[in-house]
């Protein structure tokens, strides 16, 4: 198991499409989390699993916005009727349950609406 | 959530101490001071972290100051490859037991010949 991985890489979609992200994290983390980071600035949170439940949503979590883990294992981010506005890099990250280790991030997909 | 303001950018020698300071003054007694890096196109990169104490791994020293309004990061032989973006971030503690980073903009650090 290498770190956390993320696919696709890249993304380019029409606007008005929908796009589906999926990660797997590191096998034994039990913590899944989904940033954003657009163009210049820090990765935003957007959600977190524990296992297979989603507990807590940002508020830059759109209704256009779902995320489903659903074996508790990897993860899926889709975005529905995407905006041009949504093109950013959409990172992964995982943790144990137990410690103050710090997450381990994924290399990102990065989408581009035209 | 408390912030952080750390400078926009630092250039450092190739093998001189590379010393980035971070301010959080409106830090909670329990929250931790994470500190990541991100390399272009890549993932952050967890360094160090640490409460109230200074703290030394394999790649990095953190200095807490006793107040907790502010630390500083060192790398002590900075390489050309730790060219990076430097967050520095307070933990903040979500529902359920997991915890939320908040990055700021980071500090540009340029490591030179």
């Known amino acids: 198991d290498t770190g956390v991985s993320q696919n696709p890489r890249h993304k380019i979609t029409k606007r008005g499409q929908n796009v589906t992200f999926r990660c797997d994290p590191i096998s034994e983390h039990n913590r899944l989390y989904w940033y954003r980071q657009t163009l210049g600035q820090g990765p935003e949170f957007l959600t977190y699993?524990?296992?297979?439940?989603?507990?807590?949503k940002s508020r830059l979590l759109s209704d256009r916005f779902s995320a489903e883990r659903p074996k508790g294992s990897f993860s899926t981010l889709e975005i529905q009727r995407t905006e041009q506005g949504d093109s950013a890099m959409y990172l992964c990250?995982?943790?144990?349950?137990?410690?103050?280790?710090?997450?381990?991030f994924g290399s990102g997909t990065r989408l581009t609406v035209v | 959530d408390a912030k952080t303001t750390q400078p926009t950018s630092m250039d450092c020698a190739e093998g001189r101490a590379a010393n980035l300071p971070c301010n959080h003054s409106t830090i909670s007694g329990n929250e931790y001071v994470y500190w990541y890096r991100q390399i272009h196109s890549q993932g952050p990169q967890y360094i160090i972290h640490g409460l109230k104490n200074n703290e030394t791994n394999e790649m990095a020293s953190l200095i807490i100051t006793e107040d907790r309004k502010s630390s500083t990061l060192i790398l002590p032989h900075a390489t050309l490859r730790d060219t990076a973006v430097y967050y520095c971030i307070v933990r903040v503690p979500l529902t359920g037991g997991g915890n939320k980073l908040t990055f700021g903009t980071g500090t540009q650090l340029k490591v030179e010949l």
């Open positions: 699993f524990q296992n297979e439940a989603q507990l807590e």
């Open positions: 990250a995982s943790s144990f349950l137990q410690g103050t280790a710090g997450y381990t």
